[in-house]
Structure formats: structure tokens, C-alpha cells
């Protein structure tokens, strides 16, 4: 008789365009914080059994980039899925399963006997692929009924105006505005320190 395997409860660390954006790749300040936060999140949190990650920019020519070098360090602790590169020939547009999708991001854990449930997302451009344009982006994970954080203290952008913190204050109140129009304040935390992070175990916050 065939059983249908029972699939584990997990986190998501979705990872939007962390490294990659020349637009912020001078801000060294920013990204030393950004990556420094990302370390203590990974390598400092003993609460994470469960965690699966997904990134968009590892280097495909293995240079030494700081998302490549976490990739070596932690491949063996967490489940880590690279989506595929829209230049590569995929269908961006399949209907039934368009990769870069929630769905497709599913399916892909699902084969690795996990369901996803909590959702923590970070990355660069907070109001826009962050927060919304994306299929994957914090607002769809929480129109679909998932808890979702987005970690503000490891996150940047580059479509807003201002110097220094001035930038980061419009921001931040962008995002704010873009939040309570949609409706899901229900569904997603804004959280700046790791330790504010909210872990769910069983679908309960431990």
C-alpha cells in the first residue's frame, strides 16, 4: 500500500536580489550591516532546524562573492534553492507553473519533503521587488495566507530619494503606506533586530 509521505513544517529565508544591484554595490556601509545581519541569522540562532533558503544571484562561475561563499558554508545545514536565470531559455510566463513563483518555489521543497509556512524575506529594493512586483515578493507569500517578516536591517534601496538616512526614512515610510494599502498588516511583521524575529514550530510561535 502506497503512503503519502508527511512533508515538515519549515521557514523560508527568501532572499530578493541581495547581492547583485550595482546601484547599491557602492554603499559599503550598507552592505557590510546587510550581510553582517545575514550572518547572525544563519550561523547565530539556534532556533533554526528548519530553515530553507532561496537566492537569485549566486555566481553561476563560482567566484568568491560574499552569497557564494555563505552557499559553501551552509549547503550542508539548510535546504538552498537557487531560482533560474530569465536569460537561460526558461518560460517566464508558463501559466501552469511560472518559475520564480511561489508555486514553483513550493513545488521545489516540496520534492525535499518540506512545506513551507513561515516567511522571512530580505534583499534590495524594499518597496518594489521586496515588498510587491515580484510573483515571490513578501505581499503574494502573505495574500496567501503565510506569516510574513520582512527583516528591515537587511535590506536596501535604490528608488527612493535622499542622502544617507534620509533614503532609508522615505524608505521605510514607503513601505509603511504600501503595507496598510494592501490590506495584509495581518500577515506581515517589520522587524530590524534578528533576535525580533518570530519562530514558529508547528505552526505556533516558540
Known sequence: ??????LKT???????????????????????????KLK????????FDDLCIVTENLDEYGYNTRMNELFTEVNNRYYWLELPNFNEGYDRFNKENPFNSIKFIKKEFVKLGQEIKNVIVAGQ?????VFKTL??????????????QIVLSMCGDYEVSGVGPE?????FANLYKQIKKSGQWANIDLVSEIKDIKFFKNGEVI
Open 10 to 36: 519549515c521557514t523560508l529565508l527568501n532572499l530578493i536580489d541581495f547581492e547583485s544591484n550595482s546601484l547599491l554595490s557602492g554603499d559599503r556601509a550598507l552592505n557590510d550591516l546587510r550581510f553582517s
Open 167 to 171: 533614503k532609508y526614512m522615505n524608505s
Open 125 to 129: 529594493n524594499l518597496p518594489g521587488c
Open 40 to 47: 547572525q541569522l544563519l550561523f547565530e540562532t539556534p532556533k
Open 1 to 6: 500500500m502506497y503512503t503519502i509521505k508527511k
Open 135 to 148: 510573483d515571490h515578493s513578501a505581499l503574494r507569500w502573505a495574500e496567501q495566507g503565510h506569516h510574513v
